[in-house]
């Protein structure tokens, strides 16, 4: 049948100073004339990756002088205009009138150096820069009658000219031992510090270079790598930079003792047993942080905090000092989800995250969901579903790496293929091999009464599934990098009509790959396919066939519609699917984010895909990136949609779709 439309879901002339044909820009032993005031000629740079001061933010000041600011920028592309622009506290302040004619002096002043700064950040050291108050200069000797004077007439016009002068480029470039003054052989390539005789001399770049050189000599073993020096000096001669860093390496270190404050919370030698790193395993940085992102899985704890000693020990180890914090051990909760294809639903939670002290956690969940329209196998069930569930996790339990798990849940589901009311119990022991790997073994059993165009039968399902799961990406709602892949394999002792013998196995493999360091462009892609063998498919119980279509699978298909049916039409499942996916992940603003889609897939009839059939969907999607993950809302219509399927589908959750 024909399914209706989906619907939605839910200044007188001021120049820079001339500069001498061959200048130090900062480093080494600057005559103090040639400083800006507070911070060097080169420091204000630092200002453009820090917050702005907005002293004058909140309540109007009092004698406020509103003003009219127009910007000039004489040579240079449209992203050197946009910094100078960004740089002016004179544009970005405008709508906050200064107080007094001394207020707008002041900012008048601070736009001289920050634009400065703007130009050396983009490789501009010659530039030209003249702000104009009523057309006086700030430093004019009566600027202040002339800006009373001007006032009193409406808004002052104040006008910033920028001539960015020629762009210079990096010239000798020279890492170098602060102890000895020759180069370090060890050090990065310039190239991967950004550093490349002939390329633009962006400021942004030393300073990059500086934290790169720091890190690189940390994940070597050098705790105390630190810059102890730096040149950087501008040839107007040549239109060059030369730029020599001299890097203090320290000494070489081991990891040694660990101590651990504020785990009062937990049982004695919780901690210590999970740190897990020898005393006189080599130092390095990315150890502590994935000790610092192990700990921090376990629902108990808030915050790690780790600090690294001032000095070594006698033997050349480095003491390290974990201060941990306890979340608020009990929480309560409530969630919804939309789908025009797959129904609603509304969840409420109470959960405890440290249930005896050991870092236990219970979780309980009562859902009460709608199907939003007939089933098609069962026209004339209530459309209502409920589900009470119980999630106990027990850290520890042999050893550190050893975790007991348990879910238990009374049910009722409706969905096209079938209605099912079911007690569910999957209970093991999950066993971490590394940050990445883990592998679950577990107890499955099921007993359940399923209704579909058979008719009903009861089912009991004894099975022993063998889960491997490997995560390396960084974050898990919103991933950059990295890859998921997870496996299972489950023989059945009973599966319902089946008996034993059957075993089912299913894959995904996913991974993204972030194209800038700001990760404001991603690429995802994610496969996913099973099969279950070993027996006829109608010996399968209907709830553990595998069926594809919507928000989880296929978007912008009914749920379960692109599956195999039966004469009549109606959904039954198969025993086998494959499904892909590839979005292409783009952030507008730091909150805002478009993603168009490509979905494909189909479950079979027969044991393995044999890819006839296949459906496919494209779309595009919205996302609002939040604290805790990106709120997902997708528009997805089917490319190949046959006559059962609807126009297009629409899903509204948190996180990414995969």
Known sequence: MRRPLATLVAVASFAVPAVPASAQIFGGDQDASSQESNSGLFGPLVNLFSPRPMGDAGKPAPDATPYKVTIEVKGGDSSLRDAVTSASNLESLSQRPPSGAAGLVRRALADRRDINAALYSAGYYAGDIRITLAGSPPDAPNVFEVVEAARRQGPVPVRVEVTPGPQFHFGRVAILDAATHRPLPDAPTLQRLRLVPGEPALATAVVNAESA????????????????????TADHATKSVDVSIYVSPGPVATFGRFTVSGADFLTPGFIEERIEIPAGTPYSPEVLDRLRRRLLEYEAIASVRIQE??????????????????????????????????????????????????????????????????????????????????????????????????????LR??????????????????????????????????????????????????????????????????????IRASGVVEPFAYFGDAGAGPAMIKGSFATYHAFDEDKRFILAGRVSAGSIFGTDLYDVPPQRRFYVGGGGSLRGYDYQSASPRNAEGVIIGGRSFFEASVEARVRVTDTIGIVPFFDMGSAFASEWPD???????????????????????????????????GDFGVYVSLGQAF
């Open 213 to 232: 050189l720091v890190g690189h000599w940390r994940r070597a073993g050098h705790p105390f790598a630190r810059i102890a020096d730096k040149q950087v």
């Open 309 to 410: 000693a001032d000095k070594l020990d006698a033997d050349g180890s480095l003491p390290i000092h974990i201060e941990v914090s306890a979340r608020k051990p009990r929480y309560v909760g409530f969630g919804a989800t939309y789908s025009s294809t797959e129904g609603s639903a509304i969840n409420a939670f109470w959960g405890h995250r440290n249930l005896f002290g050991g870092g236990e956690t219970l979780r309980l969940d009562a859902q009460v969901s709608w199907f939003g329209e007939k089933s098609e196998a069962v026209p004339d069930a209530d459309p209502f579903g409920y589900k009470l569930s119980a999630a106990f996790v027990k850290p520890g339990i042999y050893t550190a790496q050893d975790d007991l798990v348990a879910q238990a849940a009374i």
């Open 413 to 482: 589901e409706v969905t096209n293929a079938y209605v099912r009311e079911a007690a569910t119990l999957l209970t093991g022991v999950r066993h971490r091999y590394s940050d990445q790997l883990n592998l679950q073994v577990s107890l499955d059993l099921e007993q359940s009464r399923v209704e579909d165009t058979t008719g009903t039968r009861d089912y009991t399902i004894v099975g022993i599934p063998f889960e491997l799961t490997y995560d390396s990406t960084d974050n898990k709602l919103d991933p950059s990098r990295g």
């Open 611 to 645: 890819f006839d059939g296949m459906k496919y969907s494209a779309g595009v999607g919205l996302r609002y990136y939040t604290a805790i993950g990106p709120l997902r809302l997708d528009l997805a219509f089917p490319l190949n949609p046959g006559p059962e399927d």
